[in-house]
């Protein structure tokens, strides 16, 4: 099973479930012949300290193989500081690299509108904690995505229904590699 645990930007806000990036992967899995569940546990104004919380449970309910967790989007619009979110990330993978979870941990960006010096430290931390803690990382979610109006909501902070294919394409080469040959059916 891959528990996929993020905020809005996974939990598909504003679409359809079928048309967010999660239920993309779980099809994909299928197509490609992968016997692998998908389960979205992502909430819409999660932040990491919300998602530290629910962690645990999330992990002893789920049991899965795998964890994508996208989170930080929340703690950034709220201009809560970097350190927290880097305690928090940090605790989340040491929890799910203890139960013996693989993981993949997926970045998001802060607008330059942010400042040069928050923006930067923000982004570093993913980069960081995925080499501390010796897991893959999509450096940046909503690559190729945030900067074209055209793949965003009114909102401007959710892509719409044309840009979670591309989420998905920015989440797949690096959730393919933990994925593995034995989950495949022949």
């Given at each position: 099973m891959i528990l996929v645990y993020g905020d809005s930007l996974s939990a598909g806000y504003g679409l359809?479930?079928?048309q967010g990036w999660v239920n993309l992967l779980?099809?994909?899995l299928e197509q490609l012949g992968y016997e692998f569940h998908v389960v979205n546990a992502s909430v819409s104004g999660e932040?990491?300290?919300?998602?530290l919380?629910?962690?645990?449970?999330a992990?002893?309910?789920h049991r899965p193989r795998l964890v994508v967790l996208e989170l930080g989007a929340n703690?950034?619009?709220?201009?809560?500081?970097?350190a927290e979110m880097r305690a928090n990330l940090d605790r989340m993978l040491?929890?799910?690299k203890d139960a013996g979870r693989k993981v993949l941990l997926v970045g998001i960006r802060m607008p330059p509108n942010y400042g040069p010096r928050y923006t930067t430290e923000f982004e570093r931390i993913y980069r960081e904690l995925a080499a501390r803690h010796r897991v893959p990382l999509v450096p940046f979610l909503l690559q190729a995505v945030a900067d074209k109006n055209e793949l965003m909501q009114a909102d401007g902070l959710h892509p719409n229904e044309r840009g979670q294919p591309i989420l998905l394409d920015n989440v797949w080469p690096g959730l393919q590699p933990l994925l593995g040959r034995a989950a495949r059916r022949p």
């Open positions: 359809r479930v079928e779980s099809r994909r932040t990491s300290a919300g998602g919380a629910r962690l645990p449970r992990l002893a309910t703690d950034g619009l709220r201009a809560l500081p970097p040491t929890l799910a």
